[in-house]
């Protein structure tokens, strides 16, 4: 749990650097294909592909793919449309995906009525931040957010399940996980991006240089080893950590202008609806029998 604890606050840093010194100057696919590469570059020596499974291969470049390729492509472009505070917040879904995923996708269960409930309740939260009347931009963003959401799920849930290896053998194997990455956002960059704006000054490279090798290539490789090691809902609870981290760092270094109170009151909505996603039936029942009781009295 301490490497997730740190790569939680690596991860909420690069979220205010993406938002303040890239998202206004470089082009998002051009930046997620030098932050892929450098991922790669990063992690190829150590790479050993004898005696390797194809299958094993093409699996692990499926899930760096998605959930990293893929999921930048979505979070970057949604820089354009929020504020570094709004992204980190709703990033908050991303737990209820990781559980819906593995409930539905590996275990087959069938879907409670309380996550439809809390699904909606996270809806409702993100319209209270912006109480008076979302703006077409704002609610591109916040789906741009829940596509990214998603592919971080996706991947995560899909590592978690993969027979990898003991933590040497994962080293070894995972620049494949970038290189699936890599291939991804090179042809979106191929065919979206704008070579007008590619990163120009020493801060645009030094930023994409921390987030490729640090950020990227470190902080996935020591997150993807620790996931192994803690249990499913731990993993879906640590990806709540990266707000508050997020959020502080923000207001903290860079002064950031926030509206705490809408802000505060929409991520309880939001968290009211995560935490009632959280719950088995059995507190579910305990909950209502205290509901009840209350009322009664």
């Known amino acids: 749990m301490l490497v997730l604890w740190l790569i939680t606050l690596l991860w909420a840093l690069s979220f205010s650097l993406i938002g303040i010194y890239l998202a206004a100057d470089v082009d998002a696919y051009i930046a997620v294909l030098i932050r892929m590469l450098l991922a790669t570059l990063l992690l190829t020596p150590f790479l050993k592909l004898r005696g390797l499974q194809p299958s094993y291969a ?39 995906y990781i559980t819906l995923l593995d409930e539905v996708v590996i275990n087959r269960k069938p879907i409670p009525a309380s996550w439809w409930l809390a699904a909606g309740l996270s809806v409702a939260g993100a319209a209270v931040i912006r109480f008076t009347q979302p703006s077409v931009d704002f609610w591109t963003g916040f789906w741009l957010i829940q596509a990214a959401n998603l592919c971080f799920a996706a991947g995560q849930v899909a590592y978690k399940r993969l027979t990898v290896g003991d933590k040497r053998q994962q080293i070894s194997h995972y620049a494949l996980f970038f290189c699936g990455a890599l291939i991804v956002s090179a042809l979106a960059s191929a065919a979206f991006a704008d070579w007008q704006r590619v990163p120009t000054t020493a801060t645009h490279w030094a930023v994409l240089v921390w987030l490729g090798v640090v950020a990227s290539g470190v902080g996935y490789l020591a997150w993807s080893i620790a996931s192994k090691q803690v249990n499913i809902a731990q993993l879906a609870s640590m990806n709540n950590m990266l707000i508050p981290a997020g959020l502080l760092i923000n207001f903290a270094f860079w002064g950031q202008d926030v509206n705490w109170p809408q802000l505060l009151l929409g991520a309880g909505v939001i968290t009211l609806g995560v935490g009632l996603a959280s719950m088995s039936p059995a507190q579910l029942g305990k909950v209502k029998i205290k509901a009840f009781d209350i009322f009664k009295r």
Request: cysteine-free.
């Open 58 to 96: 093409v699996k692990l470049m499926l899930i760096g793919s998605v959930q990293v390729g893929v999921m930048y492509i979505f979070l970057y472009h949604a820089f354009n449309y929020l504020t570094v505070a709004e992204v980190l917040l709703f990033t908050i879904f991303t737990p209820l």
